[in-house]
């Protein structure tokens, strides 16, 4: 006879009166163990795999001692709602907080306000106007559902601005060749708008961090989506990424899976087991809001920030229609087939940190923003990429003077100056090739007595004013400050 047979006659034969108490000591118990699983799960795995175990055990006692239906299900959800609650309170009222947890909260991903760098500063503050390549500046401020054109003197030329619901803001934004502006509201849905703001259509999925128009008209979407994948068939929930093609209307014409693409790049750098231990933890459930996974790094393996679209063929590289696509969970910077649906190359494990904005120079090196997690201070890099070593760099001095943790862009100029978005400072300034700043703007959209500044995503230069149609330089308006 089985140990578990036994153990089952043993609790059918415990006299009916004491049921009532030995099911309120197996809840009790529960609420113990869940405070251990939320509490200290993280730094000892056996513990949470031990109070999983007794849960289990006691949703089998449950079952035993519980004959009716009805019963049964009240107290599985009993047990339900005291686990959640107890998890809850541990992680919201019962965790220290130190000094050290303040300045990690400073560089989570994407909060709209961040401690301010020189709070007496706003808008344009230096302008070389014999070394600045001159052009109109395209940008938005993240706490705002509005995009800017503004001149080199910081004079806002243009404004479009829209809002499906009352707290949208406008992670990314992208201008077409017409006029047209396309808006990513994160994990919400995708906008587009005419010159004159009058929003055409909406397309609701999980978009985030970047858009590529091409020259057909054809919009390339970042999408994430709750994923179950097979990894060395071993089914595996993570957030996915896909690139979505959409048509000029907005009506989805492909989906590439981005894991099908990067599964044999070591994508569960940390093990898929801890993918499922952290999907499984309690407080996972209490803050996954509308969606399962929302960005926990177990789960947001890949987290794609960077798509472009490349525009030629490039020997031995690249073909015209291929994507350069970053992956910041990895590290990585690569160059998409999407047709054949392949990676056909590759950089940056080693040498990059949750990097940026990597883009194509004319050149055909390529432009990076390192953020610089690891070391804390952020550089923009020039990389051959036949060679695959660093041909151009650039650093503050003192090199941690520069850095933004979780966001920034770079772009290069015609005259071979470099504009950079400090995103997690709200500051944008350009620099030349020898690393002399020569134009500089701070974001000022200001929460002063807080000393916080709204951060700006990308801010990129049109170089050819001309190509936009219908922009009036004589009908300028300031951005007001908040």
């Given at each position: 006879?089985?140990?578990?047979?036994?153990?089952?006659?043993?609790?059918?034969?415990?006299?009916?009166?004491?049921?009532?108490?030995?099911?309120?000591?197996?809840?009790?118990?529960?609420?113990?163990?869940?405070?251990?699983?939320?509490?200290?799960?993280?730094?000892?795995?056996?513990?949470?795999?031990?109070?999983?175990?007794?849960?289990?055990?006691?949703?089998?006692?449950?079952?035993?001692?519980?004959?009716?239906?009805?019963?049964?299900?009240?107290?599985?959800?009993?047990?339900?709602?005291?686990?959640?609650?107890?998890?809850?309170?541990?992680?919201?009222?019962?965790?220290?907080?130190?000094?050290?947890?303040?300045?990690?909260?400073?560089?989570?991903?994407?909060?709209?306000?961040?401690?301010?760098?020189?709070?007496?500063?706003?808008?344009?503050?230096?302008?070389?106007?014999?070394?600045?390549?001159?052009?109109?500046?395209?940008?938005?401020?993240?706490?705002?559902?509005?995009?800017?054109?503004?001149?080199?003197?910081?004079?806002?030329?243009?404004?479009?601005?829209?809002?499906?619901?009352?707290?949208?803001?406008?992670?990314?934004?992208?201008?077409?060749?017409?006029?047209?502006?396309?808006?990513?509201?994160?994990?919400?849905?995708?906008?587009?708008?005419?010159?004159?703001?009058?929003?055409?259509?909406?397309?609701?999925?999980?978009?985030?961090?970047?858009?590529?128009?091409?020259?057909?008209?054809?919009?390339?979407?970042?999408?994430?989506?709750?994923?179950?994948?097979?990894?060395?068939?071993?089914?595996?929930?993570?957030?996915?990424?896909?690139?979505?093609?959409?048509?000029?209307?907005?009506?989805?014409?492909?989906?590439?899976?981005?894991?099908?693409?990067?599964?044999?790049?070591?994508?569960?750098?940390?093990?898929?087991?801890?993918?499922?231990?952290?999907?499984?933890?309690?407080?996972?459930?209490?803050?996954?809001?509308?969606?399962?996974?929302?960005?926990?790094?177990?789960?947001?393996?890949?987290?794609?920030?960077?798509?472009?679209?490349?525009?030629?063929?490039?020997?031995?590289?690249?073909?015209?229609?291929?994507?350069?696509?970053?992956?910041?969970?990895?590290?990585?910077?690569?160059?998409?087939?999407?047709?054949?649906?392949k990676l056909v190359w590759k950089w940056g494990p080693g040498s990059l940190s949750e990097q940026h904005h990597p883009t194509m120079l004319q050149t055909d090196n390529i432009l990076i923003f390192d953020n610089g997690v690891s070391k804390k201070r952020?550089?923009?890099?020039?990389?051959?990429?036949?060679?695959?070593?660093?041909?151009?760099?650039?650093?503050?001095?003192?090199?941690?003077?520069?850095?933004?943790?979780?966001?920034?862009?770079?772009?290069?100029?015609?005259?071979?100056?470099?504009?950079?978005?400090?995103?997690?400072?709200?500051?944008?300034?350009?620099?030349?090739?020898?690393?002399?700043?020569?134009?500089?703007?701070?974001?000022?959209?200001?929460?002063?007595?807080?000393?916080?500044?709204?951060?700006?995503?990308?801010?990129?230069?049109?170089?050819?004013?001309?190509?936009?149609?219908?922009?009036?330089?004589?009908?300028?308006?300031?951005?007001?400050?908040?």
């Open positions: 006879m089985s140990t578990a047979l036994r153990l089952w006659q043993e609790i059918e034969r415990i006299n009916t009166g004491m049921k009532p108490t030995l099911i309120i000591i197996t809840l009790v118990l529960d609420v113990l163990f869940l405070y251990l699983l939320g509490f200290i799960g993280d730094a000892f795995l056996f513990i949470s795999i031990f109070a999983a175990s007794i849960i289990l055990f006691s949703i089998f006692a449950l079952y035993v001692l519980i004959k009716e239906k009805k019963h049964l299900i009240f107290f599985c959800l009993l047990l339900l709602f005291l686990g959640i609650w107890a998890a809850n309170q541990i992680q919201i009222k019962h965790t220290p907080i130190k000094q050290a947890s303040i300045e990690e909260l400073k560089t989570l991903p994407y909060l709209t306000w961040v401690p301010a760098k020189e709070i007496h500063k706003a808008g344009v503050v230096h302008y070389d106007q014999k070394q600045a390549f001159e052009g109109i500046n395209f940008y938005s401020s993240r706490n705002l559902s509005e995009a800017y054109l503004m001149d080199m003197s910081g004079r806002v030329l243009h404004t479009w601005s829209a809002k499906v619901y009352d707290n949208d803001s406008w992670h990314h934004i992208e201008l077409c060749k017409n006029g047209d502006l396309l808006a990513i509201v994160k994990d919400t849905m995708l906008i587009r708008l005419d010159w004159n703001s009058r929003i055409k259509w909406t397309k609701k999925m999980r978009f985030h961090h970047d858009i590529a128009v091409d020259e057909n008209g054809d919009i390339y979407a970042l999408v994430r989506k709750d994923d179950v994948v097979f990894y060395n068939g071993v089914p595996i929930p993570i957030l996915n990424e896909y690139i979505v093609v959409l048509s000029p209307d907005g009506k989805i014409k492909k989906e590439v899976s981005l894991f099908e693409i990067l599964k044999d790049e070591n994508p569960f750098q940390g093990g898929f087991f801890e993918t499922y231990y952290q999907s499984l933890r309690p407080k996972t459930f209490i803050e996954k809001g509308d969606f399962l996974f929302r960005g926990a790094k177990q789960q947001d393996i890949l987290h794609a920030n960077t798509i472009e679209l490349l525009n030629k063929n490039i020997e031995g590289l690249c073909k015209k229609g291929d994507m350069l696509v970053s992956f910041r969970g990895l590290d990585l910077i690569g160059i998409v087939n999407i047709e054949q649906e952020s550089r923009i890099l020039e990389i051959n990429p036949f060679l695959k070593k660093i041909v151009w760099e650039y650093q503050s001095v003192p090199a941690d003077k520069f850095y933004s943790h979780r966001r920034g862009s770079s772009q290069r100029l015609p005259n071979g100056n470099t504009l950079i978005t400090e995103s997690d400072s709200g500051h944008v300034f350009e620099v030349s090739k020898t690393g002399k700043i020569v134009w500089e703007f701070y974001n000022p959209q200001m929460k002063k007595e807080r000393k916080e500044r709204a951060a700006i995503y990308r801010m990129m230069r049109i170089t050819d004013p001309k190509s936009i149609q219908g922009l009036d330089i004589k009908k300028p308006r300031q951005v007001q400050n908040n």
